[in-house]
């Protein structure tokens, strides 16, 4: 954290120990403090209620901040409307004006801040080229299909040549093939333009898609903040670790701690050396299998704890059955947690068996 008063080199957005409440609520952000970098994907990864959605309000000044300060260009937003913060948010919902055509809903924003006539209409051409939207500029929101519509909400924003894009779920109208093609049009857009874009979703797919670094908030509290790799591979908490990953981290409490590991780490033990392992010895209840890799779910033999192994279908591996099979994971893929915290701890002793 920089020093009161000064932002770091190349810091676009700032939040400093923001807190927001509603009424007598409990904070729904709750003294929470991050920096995006200039230029880079910032994903906000959260269940419902985590907050995500009041930080992106309170970074656009729909919301003011119960304390706290946010800076946008090394520059207090404290008091500054939306349109004062060289911001730009697109909504769930795309907010398009159904009675408008998409040429007359993408040069709002430039009536509003009087650009000149003569201006505008390069400034509409210029967006709506670069995504691929030229021949719609005639037609209604009606006519569009929800990838045009979320499109012409992008356009709209980025006429007003912001320096930071809010994007607030903006996927979640669509249906699941259209969301993975909109996810690569979004990430080639932003890169292609260079703009500090912040992204809200409790997708992780899109999470980890999209996001250069991902920053994972519940009840209103920032969790971790790191690359998607960072994030996946070393959470910071146990609420982390079950909540990135599908299938979630495994977690088995032991004596002194809490020993997690993720499911592609678990691995039947005819399937490789056993060297520098421990082994763990499950009674498999079912096997679903997803085509190109099966969830072996069973539980652990001591203890009866419920886990998962990530198995591809390339992997021999006995079939269910009555009995035992043991399984290994590596000491260096094990993760450790405080159990009364669950934060992250220093690796402890256990058993080679379990």
């Not at 800076?71 to 919902?93: D, K, N, T």
């Not at 795309?94 to 993408?106: G, Q, R, S």
Request: proline share 7%; aromatic share 6%.
């Amino acid at each position: 954290m920089a020093a009161r008063g000064s932002t770091p080199p190349g810091t676009v957005v700032e939040a400093r120990e923001l807190t927001k409440r509603f009424d007598s609520q409990s904070a729904a952000v709750d003294n929470l403090s991050l920096a995006t970098v200039e230029g880079e994907y910032l994903v906000l990864l959260g269940p419902s209620g985590s907050g995500k959605t009041t930080l992106l309000r309170l970074i656009a000044g729909l919301e003011q901040p119960t304390s706290g300060e946010i800076y946008i260009g090394g520059e207090p937003m404290a008091g500054l409307p939306p349109r004062a913060r060289s911001i730009a948010m697109v909504f769930q919902s795309y907010a398009l004006y159904p009675h408008k055509t998409v040429f007359e809903n993408i040069v709002f924003p430039l009536k509003a801040q009087k650009v000149p006539p003569e201006d505008r209409r390069g400034k509409v051409e210029w967006a709506a080229g670069l995504l691929g939207i030229g021949h719609l500029l005639a037609r209604k929101p009606r006519q569009l299909s929800g990838g045009e519509r979320q499109r012409v909400a992008l356009a709209r924003a980025l006429v007003r040549e912001p320096t930071v894009f809010l994007l607030d779920e903006p996927l979640s109208n669509l249906d699941a093939k259209l969301r993975a093609s909109a996810r690569d049009e979004l990430k080639g857009f932003q890169q292609k333009l260079g703009v500090t874009t912040i992204y809200v979703t409790h997708d992780q797919v899109e999470a980890m898609g999209l996001g250069d670094r991902i920053a994972v908030l519940n009840e209103g509290k920032l969790r971790q903040i790191g690359t998607p790799e960072e994030v996946y591979g070393d959470p910071a908490d146990t609420f982390v670790a079950t909540f990135v990953g599908s299938p979630p981290m495994n977690l088995i409490e032991l004596a002194d701690a809490i020993v997690g590991f993720r499911p592609e780490s678990l691995f039947p033990k005819s399937a490789a050396p056993a060297s520098d392992c421990i082994t763990l010895t499950l009674n498999v209840s079912r096997v679903e299998y997803l085509g190109s890799e099966r969830h072996v779910i069973g539980a652990l033999k001591t203890g009866g704890t419920r886990v998962t192994s990530l198995v591809p279908v390339a992997t021999e591996m006995e079939a269910p059955g009555e009995g035992s099979q043991e399984f290994l994971v590596k000491k260096q893929d094990l993760r450790f947690f405080d159990k009364e915290t669950g934060k992250r701890s220093a690796p402890t002793a256990i058993p080679d068996g379990l």
